[in-house]
Structure formats: structure tokens, C-alpha cells
């Protein structure tokens, strides 16, 4: 597969093709890196550019150089750094003061080194450098795993969204949720207005007769005459039968269901005294209402 | 150029703009010193729409170009992507659906007794509507108001075997040591504030798929 | 229900939803009567997967679920929809963005002092708009600094799954030729020519000091 030229329009067009300046320094192009490297007042800005800071110089001149940055002329590179103070007024000058601190790091090490250490502390004193150096571990180390996620397959510039265009944007209109608690919690405000109400306080009652009662009025829906027994489920056990027979009773006092019985001991039938829905015709009682919710609080 | 890549490079292409593309603006994608070959892009286009013979979306062309959509047959489990929420239930809502689930079967008119308050056809008709409730039977009255109980699907709904399982009505009386625990006790506007935030920040496809059934004509 | 059915709603509101879809959200598209059956889901996005084979788009997993993307095979000719160059990222934003990831939960301070250097505002300001990182607490000392962590967004943008399936971290190296004494042996011109091939090879110029925005020249 060929290269697109997308790719190559990515990277910046280098216009000289014989020798690439290093830097442009003021307008002038740098082919030549100083030779001391850390000391150019024209190079600094390069370096600071260059660079993610004085760890990153150090590392680049430790790998690349082989610079022995412990034998640096401690005075020479303080005096300089110091005359840096001056170039870095128009630049970043916390770079520059990180710089300094990192020269002052180096200075004091070097300084180290040379004195000689007190006996007694001989054996106790860590190596000065140790310090430095595992800082400059620490830092390489993620200055990779910064170059790895750059690696990393990204959207934007690896990849892109796959879309399709969806031409009935109608969405779903679905019922709210409800949770139980704050039915129950509605339910507790009805009841704290209905003690208010008294005559209408709701007792506790057993919800299943309150079930089967709605069961049992559609059951006999039809209002045919039902044999009382076909009401029952043996199945449901001793339970159920209770539960269905407190039901009918429950019914036949609201005057739900009508128990006809021709002689004692004959069978016993029962018949729905509740419309059904057949008699909807009827006059609706809502329609003196406005229609709306009254403010319930 | 091979054409099967031809081929992925518009595939790929079409899926990745965003507004249809048309045949010149697939041939500017090649550089020109490596353009797509004559009538290469128009036979990609071809390929394309054949190969979606079997999947769920289809390549079509339209006024300003080529672009792939949802296929229709489909549209109705897709479009449960933007699932709307409509507003939450009013306290009248709640409070009837309570007194039918507890006083079954029971008329409008004494839940409007208990409640003190009127209760309108929409409160019920809404109840009716999410299958909740239904008429059991009508009360042999003047009037023959209707008798309102609860259904299998409310109680699914809620996750009850039956009705038994609901709190007993005594439980209720205490429930303030329970109120704190509840969101419900928070004032108004911070909650409705909090309700709006919880719907921006989850997905719909999140609280999607209890009822609504996708069968939509679209 | 048919798997073909299944495939092509998965596929088509894969390609219809403009974030990344979990398995669960998928799910969520079927009825509750009519649920996707156990597996078939999964089965789906196999299949789709291994049809991609010779498509200019991939079904990827990332941290928020299932996408189609663009192959990076053929992303370079899509990549020429947009005139406008994709927002490249300094060393400094890259390195701050590596230990936020691979040290989360961190602070500015702590950031700084690993890289040896000022970490600036708008660096952290850029990986926040980005929601690439955010604020995930503040360490219990004096000035109480935030602690960065990464994104479920940043997880998406880069393609992983989880933190787990970043590039592993170095292993720490040797630091041999910090030692004292050692010759500067290198001649200076030599020296002069490796950095200014290393210079141009990693241009480090031209990203340079612009940690306020990505670039975005064309």
C-alpha cells in the first residue's frame, strides 16, 4: 500500500535538503551546535525549547553525549548561568530559574566530591550523585511513557467515528419511572389528610382479599349465576380458599355480588351485582368535573 | 489502486463524514499523483451497496450524495436509543395509584372521599394507559361508577408477587423514620434540579426497557 | 428472535449512537418481552468483528463500550475530509498526561517535581478541556492540591479498555556514565551533528512553548 500524501503533509516542510539548520536562532539558522553546550547564551533559547527542562538536558547530554556532567568548570557554568538572568527577562524565566536550580544541584554535588568527607561519617554518607541520578531515572522513565501514548492509536489522527446517518430521529417517549417508596410516601400524605377526614380513615386490611375481590368481580364478569364452588382453587390450599371466601363476603357487603341459595344445603350461586364494562354507555359521572387536578397539597 | 482498498477508503470515508458525500468529493480523498482509477469509485459504491444486502444499515443516495443510514426495518430497536422520559407522576398520580392498589377495587368517587380532593379522568386515564390499573367491574349505584383494581403488571412493575408484599397500612403511619433515607423529603427544586441531572448524565439506553415496545411505525 | 435481526440492530445502532454502546445498553434496546436471547448479543458483535475483516472499519472495545472506527490503514485518505490539521500535543502535555495516567492520583507538585520542571496552568487547563483528566480529590495537605486522574474519555480517545492496556512503564535504566572523571570524548563536531539530527528528528522546535493550545495549522 502506498503512503497517502496526507501523512507527508502532516510533517513540516523542511525547505533545505543539503544540511537542516539545527535551530534558528534571532533569524539565523544554527547548523552547528556549540561545543559548549551548556554555556551559549545564542543556544539557550534553543535549549529551552529543545528541552522538557534541566532533567531532559542532563539525560540527552548522559545518553547522547556522554557528557560526564559531574566534571562540568562548576565556576565557569554558575558565572554563565548567572549572566543568563539577563537574556531571560523577555523569556520564560521560570525555565531559567529551573535551570539555575538544577546548576546549583550540580555545583553542590561536584563540591561534594571534592571535599573530603569526615571520617565518622564515612560509611553513613550516600553517594551525592545517587539522588540526581535517581531523579533522572524516574523522569526517563516517563518521558518514554509519554512517547508510548503518543504511539497509541488515537482518535482524531488515527482513526475516526463511524457514523450513520439515522433518518427517523422520532425517539420513544416512555412513562416515567416510579418508585414504590414514593407511592407509599403519597399514600401516607392521603392518609395523614384523611385522619383529618376522619370518618374515611382507612384501616389495615389484607391486601389479598382486596386482590381477590377484583379477581372474583371479573370472574363473574358475565353476570351469569356461578356455581360458588367454581369460585375456589383447591390448589392454592387452605389459605386461598380463605383469602377467595373473605372476598365474596367482603363483595356481597359493598353490595358487589349477590349469594342466592334456594334451600338449605342446596348448591349456592352467586352472580355479580357490578356492571360490567359492556354498561360503559352509561352517563359518565366525571363530566360535572373540570377535568383538571385539584392541588392535592 | 487496488480496488478493495479503493473500497474501504470510501466505506470508511462515508462513515466518517458527517453529511453525505458526493463522487467528486470521494475522488478528492486521493492525492493526485495517486488517483482512484476511472469508474473505480462508482464500482466501490456499488460494492458497497450490495454488501448491504444482509446488514442492518444500507447505502442510499440522496441530493447531496452518498451516505449509509439505518435500514427502516430496524429503526424501531434503534430509535430506543433516544428514549424519552416523560415528566414524573403528579402527587394526585401517585396518591390514587396508592388508594386503588390499597382499597381495590374501588370507585373515583371514594378516592376522591379519602383523598378530599377531586380526581381527574387524565390521573385515571394516565394509570389505564401504562396498564396499571383497569376497571374490575362498575358499582351497582346511580351512576354505576367504575371499580378500579390494580394489575399483574403493576405488580411486576414493582416487583411484588402480590399485593400481600406491599407495606401494611400501620407501617405507613411510622414512616417519617423512614423519610430520611428518601429523596422524595428534599425541597422541590433542589430535587427537580437533581432529577435533571441524573437524566443529562446517564444515557437514556440506561433506564430504557421496561415497557414501551419498539413495534413504532416508522 | 433471528440472530441476522439481532446483527443488524446491533451493527446499525453501533453506527447510529454517537457514543460508544456496552452490552448492557445493547439490551437495552430489546423489549423486555422480547428480550435479545442470553449470548446473542455477544454472538452479534463476533460476528460483526470478524465481518470487518476486509472493511474499512473495525468494531473496537473501549472503556465505555463497543465502536466502529476507521481502520488506521486507510484513516490517512478519510483524514483528508477535514482541511484543518488534528490538534498535535507538546512533550510537556504529553509527559504531564503519561504521569497522570501512570500515577493517578497525583498533584501539580508532584507532577513537577518527577519532570524537574513547571507544569503550567494551561497544561492542565488543556488536559481538563480535553476531559481527558479531571480532579479526582485533593491530597490532605496544607493548600489541599488537587489530585489529577484520568477519564473514561481518555480511555475512548486513545482506544483502551482500561488503564491496564496502556504501554507498560520502563523498566528504571542504568545510569552508567555517571561516573566522575570520565573523559568528554566525543568531538565536538560529531557531537554537534548527533544533536542536530536528533533535534530535527523529534522537531521539537516547532511544538515547542505553546502549551496554551494545540496547534491546529493547516
Same mark, same amino acid.
Not at chain 1, 64 to 72: F, G, T
Not at chain 1, 125 to 129: G, I, L
Not at chain 1, 228 to 236: G, K, N, P, R
Given at each position: 500500500m502506498s503512503e497517502p500524501i496526507a501523512q507527508d503533509a502532516a510533517r513540516p516542510s523542511h525547505p533545505q535538503q543539503q544540511e537542516m539548520p539545527l535551530a534558528v536562532v534571532k533569524g539565523q539558522p544554527v547548523l552547528q551546535m556549540p561545543q559548549d553546550l551548556y554555556i551559549p547564551p545564542d543556544a539557550l533559547e534553543v535549549f529551552l525549547e529543545a528541552f522538557e527542562g534541566p532533567l531532559d538536558l542532563l539525560l540527552y547530554l548522559i545518553r #547522547?553525549?556522554?557528557? %560526564?556532567?559531574?566534571?562540568?568548570p562548576v565556576a565557569e557554568i554558575t558565572r554563565q548561568y548567572v549572566d543568563y538572568i539577563g537574556v531571560m527577562q523577555d523569556m520564560r524565566f521560570e525555565l531559567a530559574a529551573e535551570y539555575l536550580v538544577m546548576a546549583a544541584i550540580l555545583a553542590e554535588i561536584k563540591s561534594r566530591m571534592l571535599l573530603p568527607r569526615p571520617p565518622a561519617e564515612e560509611g553513613t554518607? &550516600?553517594?551525592? #550523585?545517587a539522588e540526581l541520578v535517581r531523579r533522572l531515572q524516574e523522569y526517563e522513565r516517563y518521558k518514554k511513557a509519554a512517547e508510548d501514548i503518543d504511539q497509541l492509536d488515537r482518535l482524531d489522527r488515527d482513526t475516526a467515528l463511524a457514523s450513520v446517518h439515522v433518518p427517523d430521529r422520532s425517539a420513544i417517549k416512555a412513562p416515567p419511572p416510579v418508585d414504590l417508596k414514593e407511592m407509599l410516601l403519597a399514600l401516607r400524605d392521603v392518609l395523614k389528610r384523611a385522619d383529618l377526614y376522619t370518618h374515611h380513615a382507612i384501616r389495615r386490611e389484607a391486601l389479598s382479599v382486596r386482590q381477590r375481590m377484583g379477581e372474583v368481580l371479573s370472574q363473574l364478569s358475565d353476570r351469569q349465576f356461578h356455581g360458588?364452588?367454581?369460585?375456589?382453587?383447591?390448589?392454592?390450599g387452605r389459605l386461598g380458599v380463605v383469602v377467595t371466601f373473605l372476598s365474596i363476603l367482603e363483595l356481597a357487603k359493598e353490595q358487589l355480588l349477590e349469594i342466592v341459595q334456594e334451600a338449605p344445603l342446596a348448591p349456592i350461586y352467586v352472580k355479580s351485582l357490578a356492571a360490567t364494562d359492556d354498561d360503559t354507555a352509561l352517563p359518565d359521572p366525571s363530566s360535572d368535573e373540570t377535568g383538571a387536578d385539584a392541588p392535592a397539597d | 489502486m487496488d480496488q478493495t482498498l479503493i473500497r474501504q477508503i470510501v466505506e470508511a470515508a462515508l462513515l466518517a463524514a458527517p453529511q453525505p458525500l458526493t463522487v467528486t468529493q470521494l475522488a478528492g480523498l486521493f492525492p493526485e499523483d495517486e488517483p482512484a482509477p476511472q469508474g473505480s469509485l462508482q464500482q466501490a459504491l456499488d460494492e458497497l451497496r450490495e454488501a448491504c &444486502? %444482509? #446488514?442492518g444499515v444500507e447505502l442510499v443516495e440522496v441530493a447531496s450524495g452518498f451516505r449509509f443510514q439505518v435500514k427502516a426495518a430496524v429503526h424501531p430497536w434503534v430509535a430506543r436509543l433516544w428514549t424519552e422520559r416523560q415528566a414524573r407522576y403528579t402527587r394526585a398520580t401517585l396518591e390514587t395509584l396508592a388508594l386503588i392498589a390499597y382499597r381495590q377495587p374501588i370507585t373515583r368517587g371514594e378516592i376522591e372521599q379519602i383523598r378530599g380532593v377531586a380526581v381527574s379522568t387524565n390521573t385515571v386515564k394516565l394509570l389505564e394507559e401504562r396498564e396499571w390499573v383497569r376497571v374490575v367491574g362498575h358499582r351497582d349505584?346511580?351512576?354505576k361508577p367504575a371499580l378500579f383494581g390494580t394489575t399483574k403488571g403493576f405488580l411486576d412493575y414493582f416487583g411484588l #408477587?402480590?399485593?400481600?408484599?406491599?407495606?401494611p397500612l400501620a407501617e405507613l403511619k411510622d414512616i417519617p423514620e423512614l423519610e430520611p433515607q428518601l429523596p422524595f423529603d428534599t425541597p422541590a427544586g433542589v430535587a427537580a434540579a437533581a432529577v435533571a441531572q441524573d437524566i443529562a448524565a446517564q444515557s437514556p439506553l440506561e433506564e430504557a426497557g421496561e415497557d414501551a415496545a419498539p413495534e413504532q411505525s416508522s
Open positions: #547522547r553525549q556522554n557528557l %560526564d556532567i559531574l566534571d562540568i554518607e &550516600a553517594d551525592p #550523585r360458588f364452588e367454581t369460585l375456589f382453587t383447591v390448589e392454592e | &444486502a %444482509d #446488514r349505584v346511580p351512576g #408477587r402480590s399485593l400481600d408484599e406491599l407495606p
